[in-house]
Structures are given as structure tokens and as C-alpha cells.
């Protein structure tokens, strides 16, 4: 498994899957919920790593 610093600034689903090791459906569902999607670029299918961050450091609290 690749560290979450060796992705790109800008992840794709596909790449926020690997990463938390979810399945397709569960991954999608999540990027259309409120709370993650305010980190997806505007006008792109991509999300902000930093966002995925300050999202999984919200869920361990």
C-alpha cells in the first residue's frame, strides 16, 4: 500500500478507494455526502488530498 504523501495534491475516486481501502459503492457514496464534497474542485472529477486529510482527522474524533 502507497503512504498518503505519495499521492497527488489532486485525487481521483479511484485513488480516495485505494487510499482508504473501501469498495467502489462506499467510495462514491462518501464523495456525494455534504461533508466530503465541499473539498471537490469545482469543475473537475477530483478532490483536494488535504481535504481527504482534514476528513479523516474529523471522523477520528
Known sequence: ???LSSY???????E?????RIGTRQTYELVKTEEFGKFKVPCSKKYTKNGLILWLQGQNQ
Not at 497527488?8 to 479511484?14: D, N, Q
Not at 480516495?16 to 482508504?20: Q, Y
Request: glycine residues 0%; charged residues 35%; proline residues 7%.
Open 1 to 3: 500500500m502507497k503512504s
Open 8 to 14: 497527488p495534491e489532486l485525487l481521483t475516486v479511484r
Open 16 to 20: 480516495i478507494k485505494e487510499v482508504l
